[in-house]
């Protein structure tokens, strides 16, 4: 009467080893997709910062206009020699305001 029962312990034990097996599948599952996940999201990362243009605003370029103090690109400035404008209209009225003697600099700031 002894091989019965050690035909449901190899049984059990065959459950058992089945259970494992498939629990080590579910984890190594589950590892995997977070790795591809995680792998996925690096690579949009880097997607973004590859599609990043950087001369959407350089702060190293930009100049103040003298006439309204407007701060714009030093490319799209209009410059005299002395001072640099936000347009060819702002360099004339400074010019007319200011005349030809400079003199009296008035920086009211
Ligand atoms: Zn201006």
Request: overall charge negative; hydrophobic content about 35%.
């Amino acid at each position: 009467m002894i091989a019965p029962t050690i035909h449901c312990e190899s049984a059990v034990r065959a459950i058992v080893f089945l259970l494992f097996v498939i629990l080590v599948f579910l984890i190594l599952k589950f590892t995997l997709n977070r790795v591809i996940e995680i792998r996925q999201r690096n690579r949009e990362a880097e997607q973004k910062t590859d599609g990043k243009k950087p001369s959407d605003s350089d702060p190293q370029s930009m100049v103040r206009c003298a006439e309204c103090g407007i701060h714009l690109p030093q490319s799209e400035a209009f410059y005299d020699g002395k001072d640099t404008f936000c347009s060819e209209g702002h360099m004339r009225d400074f010019h007319k305001k200011h005349g030809a003697d400079r003199t009296f600099d008035d920086t009211s700031d």
